[in-house]
């Protein structure tokens, strides 16, 4: 038999029957009753005439029942094709239309926008409602449950075979559709639970990310696999987050530092007993020395720090900086994974010296399959065999790696190369910066002039002149910015996430 990611939680459910598997804002499920669901569910895929191969999109909030489906899928041999329940309407139909998608399984929250993709998307031929309340036009998820088989499906999949289409951020576009396989998150998962020595059975995990974004996915996947306890909730809330890691003595969380500075208000307003944190991971952002302080300090006074470096395309992880890691210089994200290689190459793809900025290229068995009917942008990405990132990044003499930047991202101002991230760094530094983003404006002397877009702090005072001066004591006079655009939020594609720097070019990028 293939180690595949449905087997991989099989597993697990045999040999952890009565242990808690998933939770919920509403429910708890044990390992033996969600694998008996999630089997019902394969087998009422088949007498929907849903097959191996097959594109079936999910729209929903983390829940249980989502949980269910991404099993009963694997199992299957179902793509699951998660969409942004997050998105625009306009967002979630192009996702649907761009991936072949006949089949819609959404939460009853979402009768809304599934009515809208049923009458703009004439592919979607087959709605199933999860929830209660399903409307006319589709089948109800417990109705299908009820008349199929509990009994392990004969399942037909590989590893090699499709397991999810994932789309990447759209930081810089249209978002495109990621393939991964079976293989290629299951190494993921066996690197990780190695490396990070986590998840193990007796980890419990509150993911404040949604399951359509590959972090909270690829870690649902390595606790299923582990036999683990995943704990998911519809919305992020602060002081939610914190009851929970309370109640629920949870030993594992993955965070940003957006995410993270939201926790420290939160817990200083109303202390809460964090003890049982054992690891934190902090992701998508530099992590100042201060804030790393704090958050040991005030956040996870028994936890062990690590970093990451990710993206879709790799399953997602690249490198880990583990607690006893000791780089020349703070804000490394660590070694590669062990199962991964990394270079850092010119536009030509020929390998840089240590300490030479260029462009951060993986390979390995989680690289992706390549982006779906989309074969330009595949043999672009994955050229010379090697995953091309799109990430500025660099060695230093012991072999760890410094994420600098997109390079779709980089200021090109007098000739000289500006990395957005150097700055943005900087603008976190100043006490009353809440966060900050920058990009390049036209200029018709230098080519481009170096903008800042900065959320103050609640209450704060911030004006143009103050942050120009802030970023002028610490950066060469070059890399200042020049201007400053006030504003109450940075639009991002997911909560927490990147910066959506398309929007803010569109919305702020003119002279």
């Known amino acids: 038999m293939e180690m595949t990611l449905g087997e991989s939680f099989a597993r697990s459910a045999r040999k952890y029957p009565r242990k808690i598997a998933c939770k919920d804002d509403d429910s708890s499920i044990t390992y033996?009753?969600?694998?008996?669901?999630?089997?019902?569910?394969?087998?009422?895929?088949?007498?929907?005439?849903?097959?191996?191969?097959?594109?079936?999109?999910?729209?929903?909030?983390?829940?249980?029942?989502?949980?269910?489906?991404?099993?009963g899928n694997l199992k299957a041999g179902v793509v699951t094709v998660p969409l942004d329940s997050r998105g625009t309407i306009e967002d979630i139909r192009y996702e649907a239309q761009s991936t072949d998608c006949d089949t819609l399984l959404f939460h009853a929250d979402f009768a809304e926008e599934a009515e809208a993709l049923r009458e703009t998307v004439p592919?979607?031929?087959?709605?199933?409602?999860?929830?209660?309340?399903?409307?006319?036009?589709?089948?109800?998820?417990?109705?299908?449950?009820?008349?199929?088989?509990?009994?392990?499906?004969?399942?037909?999949?590989r590893e090699q075979d499709d397991a999810f289409l994932l789309f990447t951020g759209g930081t810089t576009g249209r978002p495109k559709g990621a393939i991964l396989t079976h293989k290629s998150l299951l190494w993921n998962i066996i690197c990780v639970t190695t490396e990070n020595r986590s998840p193990t059975p007796e980890d419990r995990i509150f993911y404040p990310m949604?399951?359509?974004?590959?972090?909270?996915?690829?870690?649902?996947?390595?606790?299923?696999?582990?036999?683990?306890?995943?704990?998911?909730?519809?919305?992020?809330?602060?002081?939610?987050?914190?009851?929970?890691?309370?109640?629920?003595?949870?030993?594992?969380?993955?965070?940003?530092?957006?995410?993270?500075?939201m926790l420290l208000e939160a817990n200083r307003k109303k202390r809460r007993d964090t003890s049982s944190m054992k690891r934190w991971l902090c992701s998508q952002g530099f992590l100042h020395r201060d804030l790393k302080e704090e958050i040991e300090r005030e956040l996870w006074p028994r936890g062990r720090m690590y970093g990451s470096y990710a993206l879709t395309e790799a399953s997602p992880a690249v490198t880990i900086l583990k607690p006893e890691d000791r780089p020349v210089e703070w804000g490394s994200v660590g070694r590669p994974y062990m199962c991964t290689e990394v270079r850092i190459a010119d536009e030509n793809?020929?390998?840089?010296?240590?300490?030479?900025?260029?462009?951060?290229?993986?390979?390995?068995?989680?690289?992706?399959?390549?982006?779906?009917?989309?074969?330009?942008?595949?043999?672009?990405?994955?050229?010379?065999?090697?995953?091309h990132t799109?990430?500025?990044?660099?060695?230093?003499?012991?072999?760890?790696?410094?994420?600098?930047?997109?390079?779709?991202d980089m200021i090109k101002t007098?000739?000289?190369?500006?990395?957005?991230?150097?700055?943005?760094?900087?603008l976190a530094l100043h006490p009353d910066v809440a966060e900050g983003a920058v990009i390049g404006v036209p200029h018709e002397k230098w080519g481009e002039s170096i903008r800042a877009v900065v959320v103050p702090r609640k209450g704060a005072q911030l004006t143009e002149e103050v942050v120009i001066d802030h970023c002028r004591r610490h950066l060469a006079s070059h890399k200042k910015p020049t201007s400053v655009v006030f504003v109450d939020e940075l639009p991002k594609g997911t909560f927490g996430g990147k910066v959506l720097k398309r929007v803010l070019r569109e919305k702020y990028g003119r002279a």
């Not at 999860?130 to 037909?156: K, N, T």
């Not at 036999?227 to 809330?237: L, M, P, Q, W």
């Not at 990430?391 to 390079?407: S, T």
């Not at 007098?414 to 900087?426: D, F, M, P, Q, S």
């Open 32 to 71: 033996d009753l969600l694998n008996r669901r999630v089997n019902r569910w394969a087998h009422a895929l088949e007498g929907l005439g849903i097959g191996k191969g097959r594109h079936v999109a999910t729209l929903a909030n983390n829940c249980i029942l989502l949980m269910e489906v991404y099993l």
């Open 210 to 261: 949604q399951m359509y974004h590959t972090a909270a996915l690829s870690r649902f996947l390595a606790y299923m696999y582990a036999g683990g306890t995943f704990i998911g909730s519809k919305t992020f809330d602060p002081d939610v987050y914190l009851d929970v890691v309370e109640r629920e003595r949870t030993t594992f969380i993955v965070g940003n530092p957006t995410i993270y500075r």
């Open 414 to 426: 007098g000739g000289i190369n500006v990395y957005c991230a150097e700055i943005e760094e900087v």
């Open 390 to 408: 799109g990430d500025v990044g660099r060695y230093d003499e012991r072999g760890y790696l410094y994420m600098v930047d997109r390079i779709k």
């Open 349 to 387: 793809d020929r390998d840089l010296p240590v300490g030479s900025e260029g462009e951060i290229l993986v390979r390995g068995p989680t690289v992706f399959k390549g982006y779906y009917k989309n074969p330009e942008e595949t043999a672009r990405a994955l050229r010379g065999g090697w995953l």
């Open 123 to 157: 592919a979607l031929k087959t709605f199933v409602c999860m929830g209660e309340g399903a409307p006319g036009f589709a089948a109800s998820y417990e109705d299908l449950l009820a008349r199929a088989s509990d009994e392990e499906p004969d399942s037909p999949v």
